[in-house]
């Protein structure tokens, strides 16, 4: 069974950073697809990043590019998020997702499994 754990959101102020973690465990990850979406309130699920555990490619939603660095720790497999200047319009919930299958995804329906999200909040 495999188990994803977010941890690192908070309440920040516009311009701030924070650093999302994602602790996966279950099974052997070199072979996955790492993703990061967020829920704002009101909207549906969006693509934020993603990472191929074993190339290290990378890709961002446009909204992001600049500000988040998605990146992996094979050692402890875990995957970051990190978020620079932050904004308002980052508020919302942020979720960890796995994919084990070759090549990055953006839909939320090509994700196998999820972690149970953590909040972010911006303050403008």
């Known amino acids: 069974q495999v188990q994803l754990a977010e941890s690192g959101g908070g309440l920040v102020q516009a311009g701030d950073s924070l650093r999302l973690s994602c602790a996966a465990s279950g099974r052997t990850f070199s072979s996955t697809i790492m993703g990061w979406f967020r829920r704002a309130p009101g909207k549906e699920r969006e693509f934020v990043a993603a990472?191929?555990?074993?190339?290290?490619?990378?890709e961002y939603v446009d909204s992001v590019k600049g500000r988040f660095t998605i990146s992996r720790d094979n050692a402890k497999n875990t995957v970051y998020l990190q978020m620079n200047s932050l904004k308002a319009e980052d508020t919302a919930v942020y979720y960890c997702a796995a994919r084990f299958r070759y090549a990055l995804a953006r839909s939320p329906v090509e994700y196998d499994y999820w972690g149970q999200g953590t909040q972010v909040t911006v303050s403008s």
């Open positions: 990472i191929d555990w074993s190339s290290g490619r990378i």
